[in-house]
């Protein structure tokens, strides 16, 4: 018959489990801001893009990832939000997400502002320049972002992983080493039972042949 499972067995494996899973989504939150921030992400014509500055608030926040669509320039229309590569000398060849406020039916031109800004942009965002439409932020995201975007932050983060590490592996390693003590001394209490036994078989024996 197999010895039931302790309670304390049934906690230590959830915790386990726990464990493992933040450690795992934490990870893949760093390598994900990484890799955003160098190569990318893009997912089937979705791309997470993070936006710096605060040119768009309050309908996308300084320092917020979020979500866009691959676009036409044809298919642009009045209003919608779009990232594009900018011919502004200051961030040329960068990726910019600004509002549509007018397009020029015969070049095709899109002249773009950020809504937080007083100006439109001076320069005209080409067809050809078009990439992305803006579909929605990403807060829960963008919190971390947040905390992964300074030196600062990114360095506490990593120490407060690396630290909780080292808490959680030195109590795992203190509850096997108890539980190693534990068997052993049951082990060597049952080698002095068993030798008993044999003893007391030896002597019953002896007795019966008297």
């Not at 100006?119 to 905390?147: A, I, Q």
């Not at 036994?197 to 007795?207: F, G, P, S, T, Y």
Request: with cysteine; net charge positive; proline share 4%.
């Amino acid at each position: 018959m197999r010895k039931p499972v302790s309670k304390k067995t049934v906690v230590k494996i959830i915790s386990n489990v726990a464990f493992s899973v933040f450690m795992a989504f934490m990870g893949l939150l760093i390598l994900f801001s990484i890799l955003e921030k160098t190569v990318g992400v893009s997912i089937g014509g979705h791309h997470v893009l993070w936006v710096k500055t605060n040119s768009m608030e309050p309908v996308i926040p300084a320092s917020s990832y979020i979500v866009c669509k691959d676009v036409k320039a044809e298919d642009v229309k009045v209003d919608d939000i779009i990232t594009f590569t900018s011919d502004d000398p200051r961030i040329k060849g960068m990726l910019n997400t600004h509002k549509v406020k007018a397009i020029n039916k015969e070049t095709g031109e899109l002249t773009t502002w950020g809504i937080n800004n007083p100006l439109e942009d001076e320069y005209k965002v080409k067809p050809e320049n078009v990439k992305y439409l803006y579909e929605k932020n990403l807060p829960f995201l963008s919190f971390f972002g947040r905390l992964f975007a300074t030196p600062l932050g990114y360095g506490l983060t990593v120490i407060g992983i690396v630290g909780l590490c080292a808490v959680w592996f030195t109590i795992d390693y203190k509850d096997r080493k108890k539980e190693k003590d534990l068997k052993t001394k049951q082990e060597m209490m049952d080698e002095m039972v068993k030798k008993e036994v044999e003893r007391l078989e030896n002597e019953a024996k002896v007795k019966n042949v008297k």
